[in-house]
């Protein structure tokens, strides 16, 4: 069975938005991440379906600027392949799910370093080319 994660960088005026992951996650707790999302086992494409979730997960309406490099990781003992997109959002008011995410963030890529940031965040920044 084919697993694929969705993983959305949103940029609005040269930010991205991260997402803070609530205490109670089981995994890195606390940490700042993408926003991320299982693919759904239907027709739509994978394209369509980061769209749809950057307004059910975020509340964002953008631009579909890139499709990232695909890329295969283990978690768990299991393979997933993950599918970076980069959209440009006009607005900048985001809206989180409180059961996942504590607070959320738009940040210029230069303050990186000041996030505990999940593992891998980076690699879908260079996916999409916002990172060398």
């Given at each position: 069975m084919r697993k694929d994660i969705i993983v959305l960088v949103a940029n609005s005026n040269d930010n991205i938005l991260l997402l803070r992951r609530q205490a109670t996650k089981r995994f890195e707790a606390g940490k700042w991440e993408l926003s991320a999302s299982l693919a759904q086992e239907n027709n739509k494409p994978l394209e369509q379906q980061a769209k749809d979730n950057?307004?059910?997960?975020?509340?964002?309406?953008?631009?579909?600027?890139?499709?990232?490099?695909?890329?295969?990781?283990?978690?768990?003992?299991?393979?997933?392949t993950i599918h970076p997109f980069l959209f440009s959002c006009p607005q900048s008011v985001a809206a989180i799910r409180k059961t996942d995410h504590s607070e959320c963030k738009w940040i210029p890529l230069s303050?990186?370093?000041?996030?505990?940031?999940?593992?891998?965040?980076?690699?879908?920044?260079?996916?999409?080319?916002?990172?060398?």
């Open positions: 950057l307004m059910f997960d975020v509340g964002l309406h953008g631009t579909l600027l890139r499709k990232g490099r695909e890329y295969s990781i283990t978690i768990q003992e299991e393979d997933w303050d990186l370093e000041k996030y505990p940031l999940v593992e891998g965040l980076k690699k879908n920044l260079v996916c999409v080319g916002l990172l060398k």
